[in-house]
């Protein structure tokens, strides 16, 4: 599954290239990938324009003129592709369906535009969806209500983040990160990296985290989320940025996939290892576990 930062590159190229376009024609082959009715799909999709694609957490909202909005969920293997005449951009699971011929066996929904031009939801195991509510509802199905807030907000406090942290305070610090319910988006990689960061062991329990250890935490998440996003992202076998190309932040990581490696803060070697289920890195010398 993406990461905040690969959802939010894919999300900026196509606010981009959509913005204005008018829809007039949509063909599904699934009810599972496209779970939509006829009416509604012909009262409040065709012949409307798209007026912005946003994110929320992993999720791509694409908001219409009829005050509804498509709700896209990639998963493990979705793209989101735009082809016309003269651009091809694309999205999401990196094979060869992001330079093939169109629709292909992956392509759940082709959605037509009135230039021509179209956007094809691929998704090979038919995990993703998208989705077609009023927009006020959005923020209120289930999905959504269960998410904490974005990491990135200029509202997000480092007072939220504390407070939000101690709901799991006897819980170690990396699968707390990882709990999208305490905060939106941030998967393996940047948990590693920011914890790297901040010199913290994953297997910290939050309540021995001190205060100048929060703030560096929380400054620390924010840095590398958006390293990333200005790199392209991490892609991590799955995913490619807006433009079918590779995000280049693993060229500039510290500790994820760095086992083996020396730390470039010590020299220590980088050691690779399973929290809770998860494969994690750390530097053993810079991030020693509390007592």
Known sequence: MPELPEVETIVRGLNKLLFEKTITKVVSDT???FPNSFDDVNGFLINSKIMKVARRGKVIIIDLSTNYSLITHLKMTGQL?????????????PNDSLVGKLPDRSTRVVIEFSDAS????????????MRLLPTVEVPNIDFFKKLGPEPLESSFSLQEFVGRLQRRKNSSIKPVLLDQTI????????????????????ATKVYQLSK??????????????NLSIEKGGSTD????????????????????????????RCGTTIIKFKLFGRGTHI???EQRLIK
């Open 81 to 93: 592709i735009y082809r016309s005449s003269k651009q091809n951009f694309g999205g999401g699971h």
């Open 237 to 264: 076998r799955n995913y490619l940025n807006a433009e079918g190309k590779k995000g280049s932040y693993l060229d500039f990581a510290n500790v994820f996939r760095k086992d083996g490696q020396p730390c470039s």
């Open 212 to 225: 100048p250890k929060s703030k560096q935490l929380f400054d620390n998440i924010r840095s590398v989320l």
């Open 118 to 129: 179209q956007l094809f939801f691929n998704d090979q195991r038919k995990f993703g969806w």
């Open 183 to 202: 905060i939106a988006g941030i998967g393996n990689i940047y948990a590693d990296e920011s914890l790297w960061m901040s010199k913290i062991h994953p």
């Open 31 to 33: 009810n599972k990938s």
């Open 283 to 285: 530097c053993p010398n």
